[in-house]
C-alpha cells in the first residue's frame, strides 16, 4: 500500500526566503505527483504536476523536482511572500487500470511566512 | 474549463440525522469522481469513487454511502449521522492521462453534535 510522508509537518520563515518542502512515498511506480496548495477551510488547488517521466515541473517561483527510483519530490518556493502561507500536500496515483487514478496524499505542511 | 461545486459550505447536523452532501461537475463528460474526507489531524482519506452512472466503489466501511444519479452528479449520503462522521469532505475530478491535474470543489464543513 503506497504511504505518503511529507517532512516539516510545519514551517515558519521569514518573508524572502527559499524553502524546501519535502515528500517521500514508498512505492515507486507512480503515474504522476502533484503538489496541491489549500487555504484554511477551502478546498484544493493543483500547484504543479509531475508526470512519471519527468523530472521537474516549474510555475514561477515554484519548482518541484521528482526522483522516481528513490521515491522523493521536493516542492521549491523561492522568495517566500506572506500570501504563500497555507499548507501544502503532496499526493501521487499509480496506474489508471487498477486504482483509477486515485490519489494517495501526505498530511501536509503547514507554511507561514511572517512579514 | 473544468468546475467542481460543492453545497453546501457548511453545515451542523444531530446525531441521527440523514445527510445528503451534492458535488456537479461542468467542463467535463464522463469524469472519474471521488469524495474525500478529511479529518483534524489527519490526510486526506478516500470514501468512495466513481467511473460512471450508477458505478460507486467504496474504499472503507463506514456509515455513509454514495450515488451518481447523473453524469456530472456525485451525491454523499447517510441515514444516520455519527460524531465520527464529522470533517471536512471534498469532491474531486480526476481525469484521464498523466497529465491531467486533479479539481477539488470547495468542500463542506459537517460538524455532528
Known amino acids: 500500500k503506497q504511504e505518503v510522508t511529507q517532512i516539516p509537518a510545519a514551517l515558519s520563515v521569514p518573508e524572502g526566503e527559499n524553502l524546501v518542502l519535502n515528500c517521500s512515498f514508498t512505492?515507486?511506480?507512480?503515474?504522476?505527483l502533484q503538489w496541491f496548495r489549500q487555504d484554511p477551510g477551502k478546498g484544493l488547488t493543483s500547484l504543479l504536476l509531475i508526470q512519471s517521466s519527468q523530472r521537474e515541473q516549474t510555475s514561477g517561483r515554484l519548482n518541484a523536482s521528482l526522483d522516481k527510483s528513490s521515491g522523493r519530490s521536493t516542492l521549491y518556493i523561492a522568495a517566500s511572500q506572506p500570501g504563500d502561507s497555507a499548507t501544502y500536500l503532496c499526493a501521487v496515483s499509480h496506474d489508471r487500470g487498477s486504482t483509477l487514478g486515485r490519489l494517495y496524499f501526505g498530511r501536509g505542511t503547514q507554511l507561514t511566512v511572517w512579514p | 474549463s473544468q468546475t467542481i461545486h460543492q453545497w453546501p459550505a457548511t453545515l451542523v447536523q444531530p446525531v441521527g440525522s440523514p445527510l445528503s452532501l451534492e458535488c456537479t461537475v461542468e467542463g467535463t463528460s464522463n469524469p472519474n469522481l471521488y469524495w474525500y474526507r478529511q479529518a483534524a489531524g489527519r490526510g486526506l482519506q478516500l470514501l468512495f469513487y466513481s467511473v460512471g452512472i450508477g458505478q460507486i466503489s467504496s474504499e472503507v466501511p463506514q456509515n455513509l454511502s454514495a450515488s451518481r444519479p447523473q453524469d456530472r452528479q456525485f451525491i454523499l449520503s447517510s441515514k444516520k449521522l455519527l460524531l465520527s462522521d464529522s470533517g471536512f469532505y471534498l469532491c474531486a475530478w480526476i481525469g484521464q492521462g498523466p497529465a491531467t491535474e486533479a479539481f477539488f470543489g470547495q468542500g463542506t464543513r459537517l460538524t455532528v453534535v
Open positions: 512505492d515507486s511506480a507512480i503515474y504522476n
